[in-house]
């Protein structure tokens, strides 16, 4: 089992920058796959980044490429999502997620959930 913790959400006019942060814990062997997805009133989940945690390989969601960039601290076991360039459009429950698994760009499978935490962008 895994536990994820995010943290960083916040208020930001358009323009802005956040930093989120997904703290895990509670395994026994790390996540060969973790990512960030959101959550938008109305919308259903989308994928936003996901990483596959033993190498550098990464993918990025094109409405957020160029603008938001996942990565990861191995030493502290923590998953970071640095969002630049914020539009009204990025407003969601942001949430960190986790699988036991090598296709970590299959985003539907998914089974290892934090809480969320919202961010909400102003214009």
């Known amino acids: 089992q895994v536990q994820l913790v995010e943290s960083g959400g916040g208020s930001v006019q358009a323009g802005g920058s956040l930093r989120l942060s997904c703290a895990a814990s509670e395994y026994t062997y790390s996540p060969g796959c973790m990512g960030w997805f959101r959550q938008a009133p109305g919308k259903e989940r989308e994928g936003v980044a996901l990483i596959r945690t033993g190498t550098t390989a990464t993918w990025h969601a094109d409405s957020v490429k160029g603008r938001f960039t996942i990565s990861q601290d191995k030493v502290n076991d923590a998953l970071y999502l640095e969002m630049n360039s914020l539009k009204p459009e990025d407003t969601a429950m942001y949430y960190c997620?986790?699988?036991?698994?090598?296709?970590?760009?299959?985003?539907?499978?998914?089974?290892?959930w934090g809480q969320g935490t919202q961010v909400t962008v102003s214009s």
């Open positions: 997620a986790a699988k036991f698994s090598w296709n970590c760009f299959r985003a539907n499978d998914y089974n290892y």
